[in-house]
């Protein structure tokens, strides 16, 4: 494997000093601030000599590891044709590694040219810092139709009474043995991290006494944030080898749809300072798009673009091992002037480099610019959030009066989205952004109110359900009913065929207080709670993935179709509660609330998988075969609990008599 070149822009250590290097299209001049031990007093300003390629660049003598350092830029200043240079805005390098801080909102990082104030006491510093040769990328520690573990790092064990309080809410937690022995109690085979990288805190959210507590919105792509991995690369590092120790693989949700530098009023950080015209998409006049929702998009189709995405992403895999990246609002990533090109440069240069054309490639498939909604359009081996096997599922468990039909569908890698032989769907039922398990079944509306926006954030059709009283309940009849959904989700994920994801704490049945959008809820709202977790569901999910992994006719990405295996068995029958064979199709328009999905599961044998949404006990008739049997089976049939899922493997019994 041909090693990829190291990035050219950044600080890099040479012999006697530090190369800066920092790319802009449409800046006159580039200066490097060069900031005292402690980042405070600006001691020197270096201008950057402009190259042929756009790149400033100068070799500093006697500057090496520790020293602080922001750049200032000049040129042009007329934001409503997307220009912001400022000299009186101190920027921090787009391919900085290590910050002294982390970024906070103030009016005087938004404040327009020529106010006189100057930016650099609000802004975070760089910190050079030498960097091991980056070492190649071993094979995934993941494949499709494994189980991903998405987590926030913080709210993962900021409550946990096993970890050592210094490092609770830390990325060097997850290297914790309580920790790992949780996660490979779970079967988790991948953990997925939502952001890492330094962000901004949204400007209405001080005022709040609020803070971003999930990361979404960043200013830096290739530094870690303080807050959250204070030991900057060296701690995510340690943490990845733990965690592949453990067997279990490390995905990164990256960001670069967007940066926290906001809409036309925001802030001036970064890229927007260093050439905005280059960087972000406008409308014809100069307008920034907000294709995010964010107040501006990334505009993934130009050179500098593409250079600083492929470069951070190198980073990551090169420096800490990571074993791929889940990208948020994903269809920026090729987007063009009309829509999304699943053939767009960006998408063939991932796939082209030899490090990172290795990787697990997640898209979350969605944006809200024009033709955004992109599931089933990226390209292969590309995974993908499954959004319609969430509604799906809920909509089954909740009553839908429609037939079973697009819910079987779901089960079986969803055949109506990804085209055969392998389905890329990312099943889950709940996520980061929406309900929580627990909350979707205990709550019919989002309450939303903490967030400081008059509950007008958030999705407000959640496909969910109360059971007569909304949040918490002390009916025990209540209670019984929620725990029993949830385990009914969660066995229905777990039954699912491909890849499934399964937001932590939701094992053990954590809530939000039916916040469906707790991106500002740095708090107890979002931190699980460990000591007053469901035990016996937590220990439920647990025996549901040592199941799915001891049966991987439950896992196999192989899209199932009905057709025959090489036993003769087909790979999927459906049927119903009496054991009549039926097809999806069959199902268009008539309510069946009991029905039963059978798996050829390699061998000789079959695996069934029964579904009851009825409120009473439903008996199963399961077809029969000689030299086979069903061993749940009484009087050649199996009883479902109400609104529950029961497996059942079949067993040979010996030959059969001639």
Not at 195 to 209: F, K, N, Q
Not at 268 to 284: C, I, M, P, T, W
Not at 296 to 301: I, R, Y
């Amino acid at each position: 494997m041909t090693t990829p070149r190291a990035p050219a822009l950044g600080a890099t250590p040479v012999t006697g000093g530090t190369r800066f290097a920092v790319w802009s299209g449409g800046a006159t001049k580039l200066w490097l601030c060069l900031f005292d031990a402690r980042g405070e007093a600006e001691l020197d300003r270096i201008p950057l000599e402009r190259g042929p390629d756009g790149v400033f660049a100068a070799t500093v003598p006697g500057i090496g590891a520790g020293a602080r350092y922001g750049l200032r830029a000049d040129g042009p200043y007329d934001p409503d044709r997307g220009l912001w240079f400022d000299p009186s805005k101190l920027l921090v390098d787009p391919h900085a590694v290590t910050l002294d801080r982390s970024f906070a909102w103030d009016p005087v990082i938004a404040a327009p040219r020529g106010t006189g104030i100057d930016s650099a006491p609000f802004v975070p510093k760089a910190i050079i810092t030498p960097l091991p040769a980056p070492k190649p990328p071993a094979a995934p520690r993941f494949r499709p139709g494994g189980l991903i573990y998405e987590l926030q790092v913080r709210a993962f064990t900021r409550l946990h009474p096993a970890v050592p309080e210094a490092i609770r809410g830390t990325v060097a937690a997850l290297a914790h043995p309580a920790v790992l022995d949780h996660l490979t109690r779970l079967g988790v085979d991948a953990v997925e991290l939502m952001p890492v990288t330094a962000w901004i805190d949204e400007r209405h959210l001080a005022a709040l006494g609020l803070r971003n507590a999930w990361g979404y919105n960043p200013v830096v792509f290739l530094a870690p944030e303080p807050r959250i991995c204070p030991g900057g690369m060296a701690e995510l590092a340690a943490a990845v080898t733990a965690l592949h120790g453990a067997g279990i693989g490390v995905i990164l949700d990256v960001v670069y749809n967007h940066t926290g530098e906001g809409e036309r009023a925001g802030s001036v950080l970064s890229l927007r300072g260093l050439d905005a015209q280059a960087y972000f998409r406008h409308h014809e006049g100069g307008h920034l798009v907000n294709d995010t929702g964010t107040g501006n998009t990334l505009d993934c189709s130009h050179p500098a673009t593409r250079r600083l995405v492929l470069d951070a992403m190198r980073h990551f895999v090169g420096q800490a091992g990571i074993d791929g990246f889940r990208f948020d609002l994903a269809p920026i990533l090729g987007r063009n002037g009309h829509g999304f090109d699943p053939d767009a440069a960006l998408l063939r240069e991932i796939a082209a480099d030899p490090w990172l054309g290795t990787r697990v490639l997640i898209a979350e498939p969605w944006d809200i610019g024009p033709g955004g909604y992109a599931l089933g359009r990226f390209p292969a081996p590309w995974l993908e959030w499954n959004d319609r096997f969430r509604d799906r599922v809920r909509s089954f468990w909740q009553g839908t009066p429609n037939g079973p039909g697009d819910f079987a569908t779901a089960l079986a890698g969803s055949g109506d989205v990804f085209p055969p032989p392998q389905t890329r769907t990312v099943n889950f039922v709940a996520a980061h952004d929406g309900f929580t398990l627990a909350d979707l079944v205990s709550y019919d509306e989002k309450h939303n109110e903490a967030n400081g926006e008059a509950n007008r954030d958030g999705h407000g059709t959640n496909h969910s359900w109360n059971h007569g009283v909304e949040g918490p309940s002390d009916d025990p009849m209540v209670r019984t009913a929620r725990r029993r959904d949830m385990r009914a989700l969660l066995a229905t994920l777990f039954a699912s065929r491909g890849t499934i994801m399964l937001t932590a704490g939701d094992e053990f049945g954590r809530s939000q207080s039916g916040n469906n959008n707790a991106y500002a809820q740095d708090n107890e709202t979002t931190w699980l709670d460990w000591e007053g977790r469901d035990t016996e569901l937590e220990a439920f999910t647990a025996a549901l993935a040592a199941f799915r992994r001891a049966h991987p006719a439950l896992s196999d990405p192989v899209l199932l179709t009905g057709e025959p295996e090489p036993n003769g068995l087909p790979d999927v029958a459906w049927l119903t509660a009496g054991g009549k064979r039926k097809a999806t199709a069959d199902w268009e328009g008539h309510r069946c609330d009991a029905f039963a999905m059978v798996l050829a599961r390699g061998g000789d044998g079959r695996l069934a998988v029964l579904f009851n949404r009825t409120a009473g006990e439903v008996a199963f008739r399961l077809p029969t075969r000689p030299g086979h049997a069903w061993p749940d089976a009484r009087r050649g049939r199996i009883a479902v609990a109400p609104r529950s899922v029961a497996f059942a493997a079949e067993i040979p019994t010996g030959k059969p008599k001639p």
